[in-house]
């Protein structure tokens, strides 16, 4: 349990090589007795020193709520709260679909159990970046004045390029596909080269697009013309521009000037993103993998033990070849379709936190 193992998977291995072992219900009252107490106290000891560590010091937290399974049938709802600017899991929270209206409920559940938590031991969060979730964003902002609500970039820009994507396969809007990757780096560009909570500034910078895809680069309002170099004659004659009064060009004015996209927008994070709870969720499918069922009490256990092993490896440096040069390697992910980005090598991760448990266990 403690190598986030699955049991009855690992026992059948034991037997298929005939090495005489227990048998799965032993196992599982052993766990239930001795091994539960252990990752608790394990992850509230270490936990607690975090929060000691942290008191008198603000915070900017990253939320994200994990179902066990797909859809809208799911039985558990976990809640992470990460510190972005140490990168430490400060809260799990587990939520059963019995404690709320729905399983819909159980990410906002899990939300206002990690500011209970986080209120208890005085930690003051100094903003919050989510997703963009309504719910958590209608109670943020009844409940807590203070702490100022972000969205995350990459789930608006995952939506925007989504929205593009489907209009560019339209035979007149075929443009729009060319201009995709320009207009999600635009936007990007506007959040964070803007100082946040000027939401004004970064309505007009996003709006400015429309001008900008015209080969217009004078605006009206506070942002009143690009930043860019100006350009010359051969780059502007080379690139296709948009024509005011065509279905493709109002087609996408529909898109960029919808109010809402608008306000999202201009409430989006530059401090910092939801990427290291993604980090996290995915190491999760490693102890806790959405395939099996577990109860209540191993699913709390295994979501603790990955808060134990990220925390414990989130600092890891780069790793060095034979020659004490810094190691990277070329990647090719799903989003970039068919592009590559070059990543660091880290060094191998520790288990350490394995031996605390024996002392508890």
């Known amino acids: 349990m403690f190598s986030g193992q699955l049991p009855n998977r690992f026992l059948n291995a034991l037997k298929a090589i005939n090495i005489a072992t227990i048998h799965p219900r032993t196992f599982f009252r052993h766990q239930k007795k001795y091994l539960h107490h252990a990752v608790n106290n394990v992850w509230?000891?270490?936990r607690n020193n975090l929060f000691a560590s942290l008191q008198g010091s603000e915070v900017i937290i990253g939320g994200d709520g994990r179902c066990d399974s797909m859809g809208h049938s799911a039985k558990y709802g976990s809640y992470t709260g990460v510190d972005l600017v140490r990168n430490k899991v400060l809260t799990v929270e587990l939520v059963q679909s019995t404690q709320v209206k729905s399983s819909n409920n159980m990410e906002l559940k899990g939300l206002q159990m990690m500011f209970h938590i986080l209120s208890q031991f005085n930690i003051v969060v100094k903003a919050l970046v989510t997703d963009?979730?309504?719910q958590i964003a209608k109670w943020v902002r009844e409940n807590m004045p203070g702490v100022k609500h972000y969205y995350d970039c990459w789930h608006v820009a995952k939506s925007i390029k989504k929205k593009l994507?489907?209009?560019a396969k339209k035979k007149p809007c075929s443009l729009v596909g060319e201009?995709?990757?320009?207009?999600?780096n635009h936007f990007y560009w506007c959040v964070q080269s803007t100082e946040p909570g000027n939401k004004v500034l970064v309505e007009a910078k996003w709006k400015s697009l429309l001008n900008h895809v015209q080969n217009k680069h004078e605006h009206d309002g506070i942002y009143p013309k690009c930043l860019h170099q100006p350009l010359t004659e051969y780059q502007a004659r080379l690139?296709?521009?948009?024509?005011?009064?065509?279905?493709?060009?109002?087609s996408l004015a529909k898109i960029v000037d919808k109010k809402d996209l608008v306000k999202d927008i201009s409430q989006c994070s530059a401090y910092g993103q939801t990427s290291t709870v993604e980090g996290y969720h995915s190491l999760v499918n490693q102890f806790?993998?959405?395939?099996?069922?577990?109860?209540?009490?191993g699913m709390h256990s295994r979501l603790l033990l990955a808060a134990l092993h990220y925390n414990e490896n989130s600092g890891?440096?780069?790793k060095r070849n034979h020659e004490g040069k810094l190691e990277f390697v070329i990647t090719y992910p799903k989003y970039k379709e068919g592009g590559h980005i070059v990543r660091k090598i880290l060094t191998d991760c520790s288990y350490n936190y394995v031996d605390s448990l024996f002392v508890y266990y």
């Open 44 to 46: 509230l000891t270490q």
């Open 132 to 134: 963009r979730h309504k």
């Open 165 to 167: 994507q489907n209009l």
């Open 179 to 184: 201009w995709t990757k320009s207009v999600i």
């Open 239 to 250: 690139t296709k521009w948009f024509k005011p009064d065509t279905e493709a060009y109002d």
């Open 288 to 297: 806790a993998p959405k395939m099996y069922h577990f109860h209540f009490h």
């Open 316 to 318: 890891r440096p780069q």
